[in-house]
């Protein structure tokens, strides 16, 4: 049989997911002989042997290679045969640009989770136990191709026992890069009142005993309590100054998720998966959950242990603990020791930190599940940075939104969206805007040569975009939105988009957010919007929903006086009324997130808000009849078409006069808009012949409204496209920017 020699070149996401091994195992057992190494381009592989079994390692590189590996293109290279004897996995070939994928922070695996939790054994009960199958990846790589030398695991040497295992072809730990134990590995510190005791122990009495630990975790540090424990919940709100947003929690087992909230499949699914996501979840009735823990909400969000310290913590403590962002409010999580001793010494009693550094900062992720499909709601650690496909003529980058942000980076064959990065209104969130941009552009080896930025002359985004002195690309915010979904779903031709968030730039200077659009990559153009009221206040509106309320009674004719708006503050009330008159300070918006927050003041649900969307959050976890009938509505002009809701909003008023549950008139209030949008998408399908509508914006996290405009839809035999792999709001912006500037720089 004929002997060849072939270099093959494997790219995706190959590298810190335990491929060499495999690949070195495959060629022993085929009687191949030669060499795997990594290299910036991906895994390079040097074989000899027969042609057949070649033939059989590539097959077998792409149907059986390791579970976290995801395989992209394969390049095979004929060579001169060296009548080489014997495989080795060779030292890495650090030479050229990076372009392999970058692997994610996984679970511990079942075999790892066996050896944590056994009698004994070198890594009974130690807290960075891992293989080549799970463990910490992208949190400490500080460069690649990724060797133990380039992650923070450089700074430990391996002891002669796991010398041992790193070098044993058989074993699990073969080139396992971060692997460790008890002699060789990091340890834990306690920081916080003096005991005798262990590290993790002296941390679980303090949970116990209600107080409140800043604890080391994958991508940051995070701030933990008993969720049983309505004071030591409260406490945390007031040192955290976080007064409404829901609280995370991590529980053991599934179990214990299932004592306090609803179950299915798909999200017993979700909260397996070794991503380990944040998954939101429908609250039991009988809950034992502090109500501190999400307040006014039905819905809670649970995690099961991302790491081998997060399971011996939580498996000892037995019951859901609160495991929140280090940060204050809208800071970036916290990174290293020192940032976090110095930030989070006012919130936390105590500290259970490592001697291992972190390289680079992840949030948890969020994920809810909806129709049996899992919808990324927040994409960090271990979803972010896998790739998507996306041609784009040249490098580029996509500065991202100003809230929610992450950034984007596309090579030219993929585009890479940054881990969720925050509110860039805050100057230390706009530090670690920076840093990561600096060390993706390292570590993935691209060089932009230009920048997506949105329209807004005036956002911080658009200036940090304006301060990188590349080209620029401006793209509507809510046409951005739109692109995402386009960039997802692989789709290039025009769509009908409905894009409903909180506010976006709009071409003629005023805050859209109801919008209709008829778009693909390059160009969108608006074809309906929701019918313009005045935002009164500008940004305060969004924090202070009873300042909408009045924007949408003076829009029908009503006056202030008959509803109680802000209780004892009637003088107040009637100065922004005279000032909407007036038109002071009063842009006009078409927002379906203020729509929201009007009609939740409305019904007296939230008229002072403490962060944004959480009125519309309480209108929907009130508004549980999804078969509801939808309240009168018109649809006027052409071009952009006006979508009127004044005739149901008069019902919705006088509903609430007669007393009616806010639960019906919530309900009716959700088919009033779905209906709306079914009804315009369906014109603009016959006027232009086009089939598909995609769903976005950050008022599609909200489940009641998605699903039921996504089966109006249907009937009437539309496709319809929501984001699934990336969020619906602003956290998809950035991919949205990079596709709209590759469509646009390809024309
Ligand atoms: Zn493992
Ligand atoms: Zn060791
Ligand atoms: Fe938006």
Redesign the pocket.
């Known amino acids: 049989m004929s002997q060849v020699r072939r270099i093959l070149w494997v790219h995706g996401t190959v590298q810190g997911v335990g491929f060499r091994p495999f690949v070195y195992r495959q060629a022993v057992a085929l009687g191949l002989s030669g060499l795997v190494q990594n290299h910036p381009q991906g895994v390079r592989i040097e074989i000899e042997g027969a042609e057949a079994a070649v033939a059989e390692l590539v097959r077998s590189l792409r149907q059986e290679g390791p579970p976290l590996a995801v395989i992209g293109r394969i390049e095979e290279v004929p060579t001169e045969l060296q009548g080489s004897t014997g495989f080795c996995i060779a030292p890495s070939d650090s030479a050229g640009p990076c372009a392999t994928h970058l692997p994610v922070d996984t679970a511990?695996?079942a075999?790892?989770l066996r050896e944590l939790f056994a009698r004994s054994g070198r890594r009974a009960g130690y807290a960075f136990?891992?293989?080549?199958?799970?463990?910490p990846r992208l949190s400490i790589v500080r460069a690649l191709p990724y060797d133990r030398a380039s992650t923070t695991m450089a700074d430990f040497a391996l002891c002669p026992d796991c010398l041992r295992e790193y070098h044993d072809p058989a074993d699990?730990r073969y080139h396992a890069e971060p692997s460790a134990c008890r002699v060789c590995g990091p340890r834990l510190i306690w920081d916080g009142p003096p005991s005798s005791q262990s590290p993790l122990l002296a941390c679980l009495s303090a949970l116990r005993s209600g107080q409140i630990v800043a604890i080391k975790g994958v991508g940051g540090f995070q701030l933990a309590c008993d969720a049983s424990d309505g004071a030591a919940v409260q406490r945390l709100r007031e040192r955290k100054r976080r007064a409404a947003k829901p609280f995370a929690l991590l529980a053991p087992n599934l179990d214990v998720i299932a004592a306090q909230a609803e179950l299915s499949e798909p999200e017993r699914a979700s909260l397996l998966s070794p991503r380990r996501p944040i998954v939101l979840l429908r609250r039991r009735a009988d809950s034992t959950l502090a109500p501190q823990v999400a307040p006014a909400l039905h819905e809670v969000g649970f995690m099961l242990p991302a790491s081998p310290l997060h399971y011996l913590l939580a498996t000892a403590f037995g019951r859901p603990l609160v495991m929140t962002s280090g940060n204050l409010s809208e800071e970036p999580i916290a990174r290293d020791d020192r940032e976090a001793r110095c930030r989070l010494q006012s919130v936390a009693d105590a500290f259970l930190t490592h001697d291992r550094e972190i390289a680079f900062r992840l949030d948890d992720s969020v994920v809810r599940s909806e129709g049996g499909a899992e919808h990324v709601l927040r994409r960090a650690r271990g979803y972010a940075p896998t790739p998507i496909p996306l041609r784009a003529p040249r490098p580029l980058l996509a500065v991202g939104a100003d809230l929610k942000n992450t950034l984007c980076l596309a090579d030219g064959e993929s585009a890479v969206v940054s881990p969720h990065i925050g509110d860039l209104h805050d100057p230390k969130t706009r530090a670690a805007w920076r840093e990561t941009l600096s060390s993706l552009t390292a570590l993935l080896g691209v060089a932009p040569t230009a920048v997506a930025c949105d329209l807004h002359p005036d956002y911080i985004s658009t200036r940090l975009a304006e301060s990188l002195g590349l080209p620029l690309v401006r793209v509507q915010h809510h046409h951005a939105h739109l692109a995402a979904c386009l960039a997802e779903s692989g789709l290039s031709e025009p769509v009908i988009g409905v894009v409903f968030d909180g506010a976006g730039h709009g071409e003629d200077g005023a805050s859209w957010g109801g919008e209709v659009l008829i778009a693909d990559r390059a160009h969108a153009r608006r074809a309906a919007h929701l019918r313009y009221v005045p935002l009164p206040g500008g940004d305060a509106a969004a924090r202070e929903p009873w300042r909408m309320a009045l924007a949408y009674l003076l829009d029908l004719g009503e006056t202030s006086e008959r509803f109680c708006l802000w209780p004892g503050r009637q003088p107040a009330v009637e100065l922004l009324a005279l000032a909407i008159r007036r038109g002071v300070n009063s842009p006009l918006t078409s927002s379906v997130g203020r729509l929201f927050d009007a009609v939740a003041a409305l019904t007296g649900l939230c008229r002072m808000g403490q962060f944004e969307g959480q009125a519309a959050m309480m209108l929907e976890a009130q508004s549980t009849d999804p078969c509801a009938a939808p309240y009168a509505y018109c649809i006027t002009g052409r071009a952009p078409a006006e979508i009127d809701l004044r005739p149901g909003l008069r019902d919705l008023l006088r509903d609430l006069a007669a007393g009616r549950p806010v639960a019906e008139v919530g309900s009716r209030f959700h088919a009033t808009l779905a209906a709306a949008v079914a009804e315009v998408v369906g014109l603009l399908s016959r006027e232009h012949g086009l089939r598909t509508a995609v769903l976005t914006g950050g008022c599609f996290q909200n489940a009641l409204l998605g699903a039921r405009c996504q089966r109006l839809l249907e009937q009437r035999g539309l496709r319809v496209l929501r984001p699934v792999s990336f969020p619906p709001g602003d956290g998809g912006i950035s991919l949205g920017q990079i596709a709209v500037a590759a469509a646009r720089l390809t024309e």
Not at 129 to 135: E, L
Request: net charge positive.
């Open positions: 511990p695996c075999e790892c136990i891992n293989c080549t199958r799970c463990g699990r």
